[in-house]
């Protein structure tokens, strides 16, 4: 079982900036894959950043430049610094991370934390 907790969410001015943290904790093997996705109403969720335990980042192009994705390994933490937020950027953003256990992949997710850019 493993836990995600989320923090860092919430309401900001267009062109501020917010961070985002996910710490994992419980039957943790190797971390493969820590990333953040996001959805808003009536739309699929989609991958915003992530980061593989080698440092290869994947980055969507509507956030690049602006966003920054880092982790902490020791604390097994994921970090989505955003910057230069738009109104766009409203959405749940979710935390995600993969653990592999030998040969078996375990996708993870977060409960979720709101982020909201309005003037």
């Known amino acids: 079982q493993v836990q995600l907790v989320e923090s860092g969410g919430g309401l900001v001015q267009p062109g501020g900036s917010l961070r985002l943290s996910c710490a994992a904790s419980?039957?943790?093997?190797?971390?493969?894959?820590m990333g953040w996705h996001r959805q808003v109403p009536g739309k699929q969720r989609e991958l915003v950043a992530a980061?593989?335990?080698?440092?290869?980042?994947n980055i969507a192009d509507s956030v690049k430049g602006r966003f920054t994705i880092s982790t902490d390994n020791a604390k097994n933490t994921v970090y989505l610094q955003m910057n230069s937020l738009k109104p766009e950027d409203t959405a749940v953003y979710y935390c995600?991370?993969?653990?592999?256990?030998?040969?078996?992949?375990?996708?993870?997710w977060g409960q979720g934390t709101q982020v909201t850019v309005s003037s």
């Open positions: 995600n991370v993969v653990i592999k256990y030998s040969s078996i992949y375990s996708s993870n």
């Open positions: 419980g039957n943790i093997f190797t971390v493969y894959t």
């Open positions: 980061i593989t335990s080698g440092n290869s980042t």
